[in-house]
């Protein structure tokens, strides 16, 4: 069954510090992922999509087949970077959401 | 441009009453999705729209629920004979085609008491 898990609840860091939110998918196929951020009282939104290979607000994010991962990574936290963010994955017309992350940074 | 709407953005309803919740997507967008959020867990796929048909409802928990959209417009997600397991935040997303990109609405917070 196509999965996506998301371990952490919770990642917190001080600012300026590393950050990898962690993003594990089961699926048989050639995967599609995505990874949504959802900032205090604002919706949800794309980050950034494996295809475009972009870095968004700094942050990155590999699809590594070998181990089916698609962890998200920012050299530098900020503290606007504190939000929940959700690992996505596509599977035929809809989009499989992980139970989230969410990060907090600290000043 | 306006983005996806919701309404109500709380609604506090008895067990056992019908609700109905509806989603005005981003005008031009063929696509409408439908997800619940339970406290604590991941976005859950009810069902999905191309145009007015739904070609996925695979989500939909029971037949309780059910949904609808007019044209490339409106739709309107009903639960009937509402249960507490029901409590939730039912988000709304459109896109122009497929999930690439998906724009969400602010939800509904349905509590069931």
């Known amino acids: 069954a196509q999965r996506v898990t998301q371990p952490e609840k919770l990642l917190s860091v001080f600012k300026g510090a590393p950050v990898e939110l962690k993003c594990n998918y089961s699926?048989?196929?050639?995967?599609?992922l995505f990874w949504y951020v959802q900032y205090s009282r604002q919706r949800l939104q794309l980050l950034l999509r494996?295809?475009s290979r972009e870095s968004i607000k700094g942050f990155t994010a590999d699809l590594n087949k070998g181990e089916t991962s698609f962890h998200l990574k920012k050299p530098f936290a900020q503290e606007e970077d504190s939000a929940m963010y959700y690992c996505?994955?596509?599977?035929?017309?809809?989009?499989?959401f992980g139970t989230g992350t969410r990060l907090q940074v600290f000043p | 441009g306006a983005g996806v709407s919701q309404s109500p953005s709380n609604k506090v309803t008895e067990k056992g009453k019908d609700v109905e919740l509806r989603c005005d997507p981003i005008?031009?967008?063929?696509?409408l999705y439908w997800y619940r959020q339970r406290l604590g867990q991941g976005l859950e796929f009810l069902i999905y729209?191309?145009?007015?048909?739904?070609?996925?409802k695979s989500g939909l928990p029971s037949d309780r629920f059910s949904a609808e959209r007019t044209g490339e417009s409106v739709s309107t997600l009903t639960i009937q004979r509402t249960q507490q397991e029901d409590s939730a935040v039912y988000l709304c997303?459109?896109?122009?085609?497929?999930?690439?990109?998906?724009?969400f609405g602010p939800g509904t917070r349905l509590t069931v008491t």
């Open positions: 005008s031009g967008h063929t696509a």
């Open positions: 494996h295809i």
């Open positions: 996505a994955l596509k599977r035929t017309d809809k989009l499989i």
């Open positions: 997303a459109s896109s122009t085609q497929g999930p690439y990109e998906q724009y």
């Open positions: 729209f191309q145009g007015n048909s739904a070609p996925d």
């Open positions: 699926y048989s196929g050639s995967p599609e």
